[in-house]
């Protein structure tokens, strides 16, 4: 039994460990920036050795060698990497890096090949490039890093997987409450896209509103930061120095980098914008129209699900219809989800499954009683 189990987690480790092989090699054919290309296929590399480590482990047992199939995480991220670029996906690796950095800890053999060290280190390199961290950092990768945009790729993520839901169980809910009064299938239908036209448009004016004030914020503390610069240009310029102190340099080359920046007029109120005020002067955190839009038809894309079957079905078979297909898509967003987890699949989907129809089970059988009760 004791073998089973080493055979076993040297076939997780082998596996954990060629699929980041897989995903940096992958990130790095795509990464635009020869600084940061270089970087990923360093870390890919790195990640073989450990690999090769886990293979020659499991072949002492003189077990049959899998060939590397990239698990469904890996290949979701490399395909969303191709699609919307490596700032999409790249705070979503940093955290799964984050928590693979222990996933050896326990691991006698892995600590004798300084496993562990080299994850925490890759985990910490990924938060320095997304934003999250600069401890440390010498002049050489600020330099590599410089006007780099904070990841928002993580949160994109996030916002696509939660809009979706939120479209999908708000509507399921509603749907299944008309339902539960017994009205005609008609009725459920209207209520259902007047619930997913009212949703949507509320979702969007709210996203809206949110991005447009923190464009007008941030156009604001640039203003501000121009005005400064010119009444005060020796302050920014100590400010700065600051800043790349507390990055790592050292005090004189922070001070001469700094002078540098703010000396060229054409990138200083650029320069002090990103590194002081942590605001990309080109972006201002998105559009504001765009985001309303994806807010927008996210939601929509969610809320449809449970009011399909009412265009050619009606009564009980629609009801159970709807909830089945609810159901099926309940799980793929709770799968989706573990990209951002890592959370076990099963798991994660049958939850959402779970509390997904348990809200709609409420709503029904509170359809049901005022239904009744009106009836009466």
């Known amino acids: 039994m004791a073998t089973n189990n080493r055979i076993k987690q040297y076939r997780e480790n082998w596996q954990s460990e060629m699929d980041n092989v897989a995903l940096y090699r992958a990130i790095s054919d795509i990464e635009k920036q020869p600084q940061l290309k270089e970087v990923y296929k360093r870390m890919a590399d790195v990640e073989e050795v450990h690999a090769k480590l886990w293979e020659s482990k499991f072949k002492e047992f003189s077990a049959t060698f899998p060939a590397h199939n990239p698990g469904w995480r890996t290949r979701a991220l490399i395909w969303l990497a191709q699609k919307f670029g490596t700032q999409f996906v790249l705070p979503t690796i940093a955290n799964r890096e984050q928590v693979d950095s222990h996933a050896y800890d326990k691991q006698p053999e892995a600590q004798a090949a300084n496993l562990p060290r080299d994850e925490q280190t890759h985990a910490l390199l990924l938060r320095t490039i997304t934003g999250a961290s600069t401890e440390g950092m010498v002049g050489s990768q600020v330099a590599q890093l410089e006007g780099r945009h904070r990841g928002s790729g993580g949160n994109a993520l996030r916002a696509a997987v939660l809009g979706s839901n939120d479209g999908l169980v708000s509507n399921l809910s509603l749907v299944m409450g008309v339902a539960g009064a017994d009205l005609a299938g008609h009725t ?168 997904g129809l348990l809200a709609a089970g409420v709503t029904f059988g509170v359809g049901k009683l005022i239904g009744v009760a009106l009836a009466g």
């Not at 340099?249 to 320069?271: F, N, R, Y």
């Not at 309940?330 to 994660?348: C, D, E, K, M």
Request: proline share 3%.
């Open 188 to 355: 459920i239908l209207i209520t259902g896209i007047a619930g997913l036209l009212a949703g949507a448009c509320s979702m969007a004016l709210g996203e809206w509103l949110s991005v447009q004030s923190a464009r007008e914020l941030y156009q604001k503390q640039i203003s501000i930061e121009k005005q400064e610069l010119a009444e005060a240009p020796e302050v920014e310029t100590e400010e700065l120095a600051l800043i790349y102190q507390s990055k790592g340099l050292p005090k004189e080359e922070a001070q001469a980098l700094a002078q540098k920046l703010i000396g060229d007029t054409s990138t200083a109120l650029d320069t002090l914008s990103r590194e002081e005020l942590g605001i990309d002067p080109d972006e201002l955190g998105g559009s504001a129209w765009v985001a309303a839009g994806t807010s927008f038809l996210l939601f929509a894309v969610g809320a449809i699900i449970p009011v399909l079957p009412y265009f050619f079905v009606s009564g009980l078979m629609g009801a159970t219809i709807s909830g089945a297909l609810s159901a099926v898509a309940l799980f793929l967003i709770g799968a989706g989800i573990t990209l951002l987890t890592g959370r076990n699949t099963l798991y994660s989907g049958f939850r959402q499954v779970l509390f």
